[in-house]
């Protein structure tokens, strides 16, 4: 059977070519979902071989006349025989590719839900690609078959949850960890390719009922119509907030300190080096909200700090602090305001010198500052930060304060110096 | 009553421009145990009535029935005692001889093991055994029949019904295939479809002439030859010929 299934010969170059795609579109980051998520961006060609390998089964058949001839077996077991090898060839460029993404990207478990809708997909286009078989002459359906997937997986209310997150950039890395992929996504996913599956065995014959065609195209635009309707209410990312209790929470000196496993293994700096900023924080004893978390700022209370870490080095992780601690004010966002972010940068820059972040780190984020600060009204940072620095802990808290709530109704101040 | 049974069976075709044309009507006919030739004209509804009793087609009225089983209310029971063997055999392509009988018997019920080992019986009762490895798409028009007859012969059925099974075959296969015929249709229902009235010989025992839709005439092959005028050459050509033009 190996020598007569193109599945079968496909699965090796399918394989080695996803891999290689997967391999240039991740990074090592230590993401799980991130990871998965970029092994099944690869769905898109992936299941073009599928489809192409059924419909080439299908066409076998059709040639030999077994389709229309009267056999035992039902036409739906016929179906799952036939299609079984195309299916696998999905499954295992699928698994591989997720493995490989998840070594790759040291990312340990993979995001099993992914994994799973990405499966009904490989088994929703054999199907069809087996119909496209059936039908129509090979010259037709097999090229079809190739490229069909692509066309649909960019078709965004067809949610196929793996693309739109490759598309949308929704990973659960760096810079989205306290996000969940949001169930409806999943489900609208999940309808759109067992609506799919349905479909195409009522037109294939596998599945009888009276007015077969009719109620294949009702099943069908029901789906999509239902399908859709979860695309729509889930947005362009979709998205939840993280489940909280996932989260490892210690105390330090008072205040919560409260991150994803993913960045509190023992081999990471987060913890340590936020440690470290909370301590030397309260030494000096400047105004620190109570609790600082990586959960998105959507789900935290106003005295929560949100934590939005994506780098794992000391100076990194303060730089992330300080952007926390200086956040951009909501009347920023309102159009036709004309806010300079000079005073949110020299805000930043403070924190992360108060933090004992490194020189190079200041020069490398705020060196156009520090070169020209007449330029923009202000003087000179790093004598502002020294002065800053050697001032009384009221006036230093002073000045902190009085700069924050100017930042906060978006003005900027005409005296930076410690009142 | 027992046996492979035709009941009152109506089939029409539509014809574009022409509506409706009745092929058989109101047809009831049983197949006895033993080999029949279905005898009739190109056209005459041999392929039809065959079709109708593999269940490929349903009939407008009427039933087929094994025995006790329907082949409308039990079909799959039906399908898995009667083996069919069309007109025109097509190879699935790529599939060895062996894979293309194998896979027959898969079809009609058999278990994966059963099947294989089926297929190599089935291969040697055809004499393909030599080339059960090759590729059946690359046999001859002859050879590719065999392979057919084979997928037939698979499944050990209760009733075959093979549609011109001969046709194409050199003469060396058509001796093969007529001994073939007394062996399988020592204790099953055997109906064998040709135009050819050549082609009877003594390896049939029975006759059945299908003409204007209904069976003409269906009784033992002596009976059947004993119809033709006094002194003829071709004894069914003759009686066949009288049959169809009404001549006595």
């Known amino acids: 059977m190996l020598r007569i299934l193109p599945a079968v010969w496909l699965t090796l170059p399918t394989l080695i070519l996803s891999i290689l795609y997967v391999t240039k579109a991740i990074y090592p980051n230590n993401y799980g979902v991130a990871a998965t998520a970029g092994a099944t961006s690869s769905m898109a060609f992936l299941v073009g071989f599928v489809a192409m390998t059924a419909a080439w089964e299908a066409a076998r058949l059709r040639r030999g006349g077994i389709w229309e001839a009267p056999h035992t077996r039902s036409r739906l077991d016929i179906t799952i025989i036939a299609v079984t090898p195309s299916i696998l060839l999905g499954a295992v460029v699928l698994l591989g590719t997720v493995v490989d993404a998840s070594v790759y990207g040291q990312a340990g478990m993979p995001e099993i839900r992914i994994v799973a809708v990405g499966f009904v997909a490989i088994c929703s286009w054999s199907l069809v690609g087996f119909l496209a078989g059936l039908r129509l002459p090979m010259s037709v359906s097999l090229p079809s ?95 939840i907030a993280r489940d909280p209790s996932a989260l490892r929470c210690t105390e330090v000196g008072g205040t919560g ?123 000179p940072i790093k004598e502002l930060y020294g002065t800053v620095g050697a001032a009384s802990v009221a006036s230093r808290v002073a000045w902190l304060e009085r700069l924050t709530s100017l930042v906060a109704e978006c003005q900027s101040p005409d005296d930076y110096s410690v009142q | 009553m027992h046996g492979f049974l035709y009941q009152d069976i109506t089939f029409s075709r539509r014809r574009k421009g022409q509506g409706e044309l009745a092929v058989l009507e109101r047809l009831t006919w049983h197949a006895p145990t033993g080999v029949t030739a279905l005898l009739g004209i190109n056209g005459a509804g041999k392929s039809t009535l065959l079709s109708i009793g593999a269940t490929a087609l349903m009939p407008k009225s009427g039933k087929v029935s094994l025995n006790e089983l329907d082949s409308r209310d039990q079909q799959t029971q039906f399908r898995a005692r009667v083996a069919w063997m069309p007109q025109q055999y097509r190879a699935v392509p790529r599939l060895t001889v062996r ?58 059925a209760e009733v075959l019904l093979l549609d011109e099974p001969t046709s194409g075959l050199d003469p060396e296969q058509r001796a093969m295939f007529r001994e073939l015929l007394v062996n399988i249709g020592a204790d099953r229902t055997v109906v064998v479809s040709t135009h050819d009235t050549g082609e ?16 003409a005439f269906d009784g033992a092959l002596q009976d059947f030859a004993a119809r033709a005028p006094a002194g003829s050459e071709r004894p069914i050509e003759s009686a066949f010929l009288a049959l169809i033009t009404g001549e006595k």
């Not at chain 1, 496993?261 to 023992?266: G, I, K, L, M, Q």
């Not at chain 2, 010989?201 to 839709?213: K, N, P, R, S």
């Open chain 2, 200 to 215: 009877i010989t003594t390896a049939y025992q029975h006759v059945a002439v299908l003409h204007a839709g209904n069976i």
């Open chain 1, 145 to 239: 078959m190739l490229l069909a997937p692509f066309l649909w997986f960019a078709f965004v209310p067809a949610l196929p949850v793996e693309w739109l997150r490759h598309l949308s950039g929704m990973y659960r890395d760096c810079c989205r960890i306290g996000a969940d992929i949001a169930p409806a996504a999943l489900l609208a996913g999940l309808i759109m390719n067992v609506t799919i599956i349905v479909a195409a065995l009522y037109a294939i014959g596998a599945l009888r009922m009276r007015w077969s065609r009719i109620a294949a195209t009702a099943m069908f635009v029901t789906g999509v119509m239902v399908s859709s309707a979860f695309a729509w209410n889930v947005g362009p990312i979709p998205e």
């Open chain 2, 99 to 156: 894979e293309q009988v194998a896979y027959s018997g898969w079809l009609k019920g058999m278990s994966r093991d059963d099947s294989w080992r089926g297929a190599t019986e089935a291969l040697v009762r055809v004499a393909l055994q030599d080339l059960a490895d090759r590729p059946a798409s690359e046999l001859s028009g002859g050879q590719q029949r065999r392979v057919g007859l084979a997928g037939a012969l698979v499944h050990d």
């Open chain 1, 257 to 379: 300190l409260c991150l994803w496993p993913e960045h509190d293994s023992p081999t990471q700096l987060f913890r340590p080096t936020l440690t470290a900023v909370i301590v030397e924080l309260a030494r000096q004893d400047l105004p620190i909200p109570g609790r600082w978390s990586e959960e998105l700022a959507s789900a935290t209370s106003v005295d929560t700090l949100t934590l939005d870490l994506w780098k794992s080095d000391p100076d990194s992780i303060r730089w992330s602090i300080a952007q926390g601690l200086a956040p951009w004010p909501a009347c920023s966002k309102i159009p036709n305001t004309s806010f300079s972010d000079i005073p949110i940068d020299v805000l930043r820059g403070w924190w992360f010198t108060a933090m004992g972040g490194s020189e190079a780190m200041l020069q490398e984020n705020l060196g156009w500052l520090i070169a020209e600060p007449s330029a923009f009204g202000v003087p």
